[in-house]
C-alpha cells in the first residue's frame, strides 16, 4: 500500500514537473513580433500592468525615507528624471524587454537585493538591472517568484526603439525613470505591450 501511495505520488510529481517546462518553455519563454510604432515616442520596455505613474521631485524625495529614497537613489545618475512609470509583469506575461527609445547605451549596473512581491514601489529594493538610454532609465527588477534577470546589451552599444534588451523570468516588475519633457500618455491600471504600446511623447 505505501509503496502505491510512492509510486502515485512521484508519477504526479513528475508530470506536474513536465507540465510546468511546457508551461515555461512555450507559453511563458514566447517572444512574438511587436509592430514598432515610428516617430518621437516612447515605447513601453515590458508587457504587463502599469501599477504605478508618479512626478519625480528630488528635492522632495531626497528628504523622505522608503520607497521614495530609493527613487531618488536611483534618479541621482540621470541628469532631469521627471517621471517614474512602473509596470508589473505577471506569470501570464511576455517577459522579455525591449528599448524603449533608439539611443545609446550609457550605463549597466546590476544591484543584488531581496526578493518580494514585484507588484508595488516595495520591489525597488530587490535585486535590479538598471539601464541608462540617452537620458532615460530602465530597470530590470526581480519579484518573489524571479531568480534570474538576462541583459543583452552593455555599455556604449547602440540600440533601436524596440530592440530586445533583457529577460526576467516568471513574476517581476520593470519600471522606466522618464524627463521633465515627456508628455505622459498612459495612466495607472493600463495594460501595456513592450515595443508598441506609446508610453509617452518627448515636447
Excluded at 13 to 30: M, Q
Excluded at 126 to 151: H, M, P, T, W, Y
Aim: proline share 3%.
Amino acid at each position: 500500500m505505501l509503496f502505491e501511495l510512492v509510486l502515485y505520488a512521484t508519477i504526479i510529481l513528475v508530470l506536474l514537473f513536465f507540465l510546468f517546462l511546457i508551461f515555461w518553455k512555450f507559453w511563458f519563454l514566447r517572444d512574438p513580433d511587436r509592430q514598432i510604432p515610428k516617430g518621437n515616442n516612447i515605447v513601453s520596455p515590458a508587457d504587463g500592468k502599469i501599477i504605478r505613474i508618479m512626478k519625480i521631485d528630488r528635492q522632495e524625495l531626497k528628504v523622505k525615507k522608503g520607497y521614495l529614497g530609493k527613487i531618488y537613489t536611483l534618479s541621482t545618475d540621470l541628469k532631469d528624471p521627471g517621471f517614474l512609470v512602473s509596470i508589473f509583469m505577471s506569470p501570464l506575461n511576455v517577459h522579455f524587454q525591449r528599448a524603449p527609445i533608439d539611443g545609446a547605451i550609457k550605463k549597466v549596473k546590476h544591484t543584488k537585493g531581496r526578493f518580494i512581491a514585484a507588484d508595488t514601489l516595495r520591489a525597488l529594493n530587490n535585486e535590479k538591472n538598471e539601464i541608462i538610454i540617452d537620458d532615460i532609465k530602465v530597470i530590470q527588477i526581480a519579484g518573489f517568484l524571479a531568480r534570474r534577470i538576462s541583459c543583452f546589451i552593455k555599455k556604449n552599444e547602440k540600440v533601436k526603439k524596440g530592440q530586445r534588451i533583457g529577460l526576467i523570468n516568471l513574476g517581476s516588475q520593470v519600471t522606466m525613470l522618464l524627463p521633465k519633457n515627456v508628455k505622459i500618455s498612459v495612466k495607472e491600471g493600463q495594460h501595456v505591450k513592450a515595443g508598441e504600446t506609446i508610453i509617452g511623447e518627448e515636447l
